[in-house]
T-cell receptor
Framework: DQQVKQNSPSLSVQEGRISILNCDYT??????FLWYKKYPAEGPTFLIS?????DKNEDGRFTVFLNKSAKHLSLHIVPSQPGDSAVYFC??????????FGDGTTLTVKP | DGGITQSPKYLFRKEGQNVTLSCEQN?????MYWYRQDPGQGLRLIYY???????QKGDIAEGYSVSREKKESFPLTVTSAQKNPTAFYLC??????????????FGPGTRLTVT
């Protein structure tokens, strides 16, 4: 049973608009929730995280929202730029140091 | 400058041969991880190690082996027992001290093709 699900394999938005990427999880015991960005044939790079005790964390154009009652995580990118085009993975961590990743959402930002 | 290196970037092997993928980090991180990515899928955890001389199986450890003799190094051996070894392999490391979300730092990956 998949613990982390990204139900949208792809998302296309216009430059300057908001991109919203979504992630659902099944286990209430996760401590941290993270987003990574990945370009083809490269390793993922860490983008932003949120603790389970918070509901929002912001870093520049990137904001992550956590809805614990719905077991739902979202990443907002505003304004979207063509350089944001990549695959975005959400991941969940426990204090044991193990991460579980979703299958990813491919974001395309059109100029 | 600090980071994680994986070598080589592309690796080709014949079926039935064992192959070892290299992963080195100079970030002074205690934890290291190996993942496998297949087309259209996420990252699946093969093995991880939180301290030198100790490691645990991940979700898909069958057909793989690792060692952690040094803090900086976490090589992965893909054995002939792995049924579908062709994939993109990613190594990562993470710090374990202090207040941290456990974010992982990834190497550039090794694409292994077995024919």
């Amino acid at each position: 049973d998949q613990q982390v699900k990204q139900n949208s394999p792809s998302l296309s938005v216009q430059e300057g608009r908001i991109s919203i990427l979504n992630c659902d999880y099944t286990n209430s015991m996760f401590d941290y929730f993270l987003w990574y960005k990945k370009y083809p044939a490269e390793g993922p790079t860490f983008l932003i995280s949120i603790s389970s005790i918070k509901d929002k964390n912001e870093d520049g154009r990137f904001t992550v929202f956590l809805n614990k009652s719905a077991k739902h995580l979202s990443l907002h990118i505003v304004p979207s730029q063509p350089g944001d085009s990549a695959v975005y993975f959400c991941a969940v961590n426990t204090n044991a140091g193990k991460s579980t990743f979703g299958d990813g959402t491919t974001l395309t930002v059109k100029p | 400058d600090g980071g994680i290196t994986q070598s080589p970037k592309y690796l080709f092997r014949k079926e039935g041969q064992n192959v070892t993928l290299s992963c080195e980090q100079n970030l002074n991180h205690d934890a290291m991880y190996w993942y496998r990515q297949d087309p259209g899928q996420g990252l699946r955890l093969i093995y991880y190690s939180q301290i030198v001389n100790d490691f645990q199986k991940g979700d898909i450890a069958e057909g793989y082996s690792v060692s952690r003799e040094k803090k900086e190094s976490f090589p992965l051996t893909v054995t002939s027992a792995q049924k579908n070894p062709t994939a993109f392999y990613l190594c990562a490391s993470a710090g374990t001290g202090g207040v941290s979300a456990g974010e992982q730092y990834f190497g550039p990956g090794t694409r292994l093709t077995v024919t």
